[in-house]
């Protein structure tokens, strides 16, 4: 059983599209996340949510929003794609806030070209 | 400003040696550390955690240390296989619990 499922993996698109990340886990907790990691490997927080709440949105261009309908998913939303936003998103989850004893659970990611 | 260096060049090591990889930070005051393994194209894997008060960690072949005074986290991997190839992150926790991640260190072991 996958415990943080993204979707899709793989997604090209061109400039000024909208487009949808989806991610859910079936590990029951608290806090979910999105990262981006760009092309030199630098995994970068853009959210954080702990049940269902916004609790962390660094500095991010407005044409990202999340979503949380529940606290065991997270999508991503993206308007108006623009060249640099190509990356690979991952979405994570932990037990808590605080992520310690077991870490975060990371998804496989969703690489986003944007043409 | 805040930073969370690691070796951006590969570490190549022979198959049973012990690896090495080193963390360094700056500007933070963590209450726990973390290391990760991320293989190409995967999410990265939580390997091991340990808290501002623990000098040392084990986890079977791994072992982690971390000194606060340093502001260094060494991760090593004793008796390496060509399986332990991967990129290794470590990261740490900043005031508001987020995890911050440096830019991994590649290893390579070769059989």
């Known amino acids: 059983d996958t415990a943080v499922s993204q979707t899709p993996k793989y997604l090209v698109t061109q400039m000024g599209n909208d487009k949808s990340i989806k991610c859910e886990q079936n590990l029951g907790h608290d806090t979910m996340y999105w990262y981006k990691q760009d092309s030199k490997k630098f995994l970068k927080i853009m959210f954080s949510?702990?049940?269902?709440?916004?609790?962390i949105n660094e500095t991010v261009p407005n044409r990202f929003s999340p979503k949380s309908p529940d606290k065991a998913h997270l999508n991503l939303h993206i308007n108006s794609l623009e060249l640099g936003d190509s990356a690979v998103y991952f979405c994570?989850?932990?037990?808590?806030?605080?992520?310690?004893?077991?870490?975060?659970?990371f998804g496989s990611g969703t690489r986003l070209t944007v043409v | 400003s805040q930073k969370i260096e690691q070796n951006s060049e590969a570490l190549n090591i022979q198959e049973g040696k012990t690896a090495t990889l080193t963390c360094n930070y700056t500007?933070?005051?963590?209450?726990?550390l973390q290391w990760y393994r991320q293989d190409p194209g995967r999410g990265p894997v939580f390997l091991l955690l340990?808290?501002?008060?623990?000098k040392e960690k084990r986890k079977e072949r791994l072992k982690v240390t971390f000194d606060t005074t340093l502001k260094q986290s060494l991760f090593h991997i004793t008796a390496s296989q060509p399986a332990d190839s991967a990129t290794y992150l470590c990261a740490l926790n900043n005031a508001g619990n987020m995890l911050t991640f440096g830019g991994g260190t590649r290893l390579m072991v070769k059989p």
């Open positions: 500007n933070y005051s963590p209450a726990y």
């Open positions: 994570a989850s932990s037990q808590d806030v605080t992520g310690q004893d077991y870490g975060y659970t």
């Open positions: 949510y702990n049940n269902k709440e916004l609790i």
């Open positions: 340990i808290r501002e008060n623990e």
